[in-house]
């Protein structure tokens, strides 16, 4: 006698309501506009994510690498911009490893910083005596300053665990708040000064010490904002590093290894359309050959969208995307190679001048925040230092192009002069709010992380949120984007 209908037909259906629900395919076609640090790294974990299978489209219209730029004097190369890495930084440690480049061998020099009249601190060979003079005109204040710098650096170094895990975040504000909670976002909102004053740092060691690191990383005063400031200040602590050839290898290493393609256009802006019922977004560039245009199932923009630094427009989205607030500061890199004029830091003998940094404060009559004397970025087992009287290649940071009178002050004489004009870091003071993440279901902005704090590791971070936040949304994984208490998951997971 034949089975029931029923009795063939329930364990049919128990076992197809049991199985797992076929994964999505995934995406056919990814753009990412711009090819410095942020585009090649969400190139390379986006393709990590998703597969080999995945058209990826990369946007350029200048070179690969972005601010990661090199400047030529006497046929060899140096860094203009984006020249140290922070020893914690764990992504870059990873692209170093993975495309198979080599750490720069250090040149050691020491430091100093000026007033404007005179040095008020000056790095010595022997570290127990820098101890001393840090303690004899500041207290303790370095400690206190070494352990608030510490405790935010070992909160951030969770977003490791969290991303090995396929966590992802989609605001800044999440991912902050799951790294170091309300505190975090606070910093986010109030100075560094204010912050530092707080832990009991002197006004004394802010302004001296303090304004000088700002002025040399971000071009700013101790009004920018604690947690901006605490990764530079962890950056000018620690130990750093750089890459042999130049930092840029990574971006050209990472996009080579991707096999992206690269499309030597400016993207002019992008509409929705809708296909299947799906999004799928169309970007509008501007090319050495006119204009164009290509259809993609998502994007991801690593280029600043504020009004100051693109003419970006965005069609056809319902709400509307909204205009980003804030502006840019205004960077400039001068490379001089020439003779230092020693006399105007109170070095009338050139040959006795020790320093290789020189870092200032925040005085009116200062034009330029910090100079360096640079090595160039492939350093043989032979090479040295140049003698302070000799002509060496030095970087000077300024707000302002420096003019004749200016640069003969710094400098004896000089054979060239190469300036850079960046609108590198935001202004920190020009924005109350950061810029979102997602812009629309599958259109994702990488560059607003700069607003929290701007380094090479902190872009890679959001490269890595980018990608993931991606996977998660296409694949409905609900349960990896902003979730709570996410170390005791993770311990949980382990």
Not at 48 to 54: D, S
Not at 121 to 143: K, P, Q
Not at 425 to 439: F, G, Q, T
Request: hydrophobic content about 45%; aromatic content about 12%.
């Amino acid at each position: 006698m034949a089975p029931p209908a029923a009795a063939l037909f329930l364990p049919a259906l128990a076992a197809f309501l049991a199985a797992p629900a076929a994964a999505r395919a995934p995406p056919r076609s990814i753009a990412v506009v711009g090819a410095g640090l942020g585009g090649s790294a969400v190139a390379y974990f986006l393709q990590q994510h998703f597969g080999p299978q995945v058209q990826l489209d990369v946007y350029e219209p200048a070179g690969v690498g972005g601010r990661l730029a090199t400047v030529t004097v006497n046929k060899q190369q140096y860094e203009s911009r984006g020249a140290s890495i922070h020893a914690l930084s764990l992504h870059m440690q990873d692209f170093v490893k993975i495309l198979g480049l080599k750490h720069r061998r250090e040149v050691a020099g020491k430091s100093a910083i000026f007033s404007g009249e005179h040095f008020i601190l000056e790095e010595t060979d022997w570290y127990l005596l820098n101890l001393f003079r840090l303690w004899w005109h500041y207290g303790i204040s370095f400690l206190r300053l070494q352990m608030w710098v510490e405790e935010v650096m070992e909160k951030f170094m969770r977003i490791y665990k969290y991303q090995a895990h396929g966590y992802a975040f989609s605001s800044l504000e999440e991912l902050l708040r799951s790294l170091g909670g309300d505190a975090f976002i606070n910093m986010t909102q109030r100075s560094v000064a204010e912050s530092l004053l707080e832990v009991g740092v002197t006004q004394r060691f802010v302004d001296d010490v303090i304004a000088a690191v700002l002025r040399s990383s971000y071009g700013q005063s101790v009004l920018v904002p604690a947690f901006a400031g605490a990764m530079s200040l962890a950056g000018a602590q620690g130990s750093t590093w750089a890459v042999e050839g130049g930092n840029k290898l990574v971006c050209t290493g990472l996009l080579k290894l991707t096999k992206a393609n690269v499309i030597p256009a400016r993207v002019t802006g992008i509409s929705l359309h809708s296909s299947e019922g799906r999004a799928l977004y169309q970007v509008h560039y501007e090319g050495s050959e006119g204009q164009g245009s290509a259809f993609y199932d998502m994007v991801v923009v690593t280029t600043p969208l504020h009004p100051s630094r693109s003419n970006f427009t965005f069609e056809n989205f319902e709400p509307p995307i909204a205009d980003f607030p804030g502006a840019f500061q205004p960077s400039v890199t001068s490379v001089v190679h020439g003779y230092l004029n020693s006399s105007y830091f109170g070095f009338p003998d050139p040959k006795l001048f020790p320093f290789a940094s020189i870092l200032t404060t925040d005085t009116p009559n200062l034009f330029f925040n910090a100079m360096d004397n640079i090595c160039p970025v492939n350093i043989s087992a032979a090479f040295r230092r140049k003698q302070p009287q000799e002509a060496a290649v030095w970087r000077v940071l300024s707000q302002q192009p420096l003019d004749k009178q200016q640069l003969k002050t710094l400098f004896r004489s000089y054979y060239s002069v190469q300036v850079t004009e960046w609108q590198t870091y935001p202004r920190y003071d020009a924005a109350k709010s950061l810029p979102p993440i997602v812009l629309h279901e599958n259109l994702f902005y990488l560059s607003g992380v700069e607003w929290v704090a701007s380094s090479m590791e902190m872009i890679a971070v959001a490269a890595k949120n980018v990608a993931l936040l991606a996977y998660n949304r296409w694949h409905q994984d609900l349960e990896k984007i902003d979730q709570k208490d996410l170390m005791h998951k993770v311990k949980t997971e382990l």
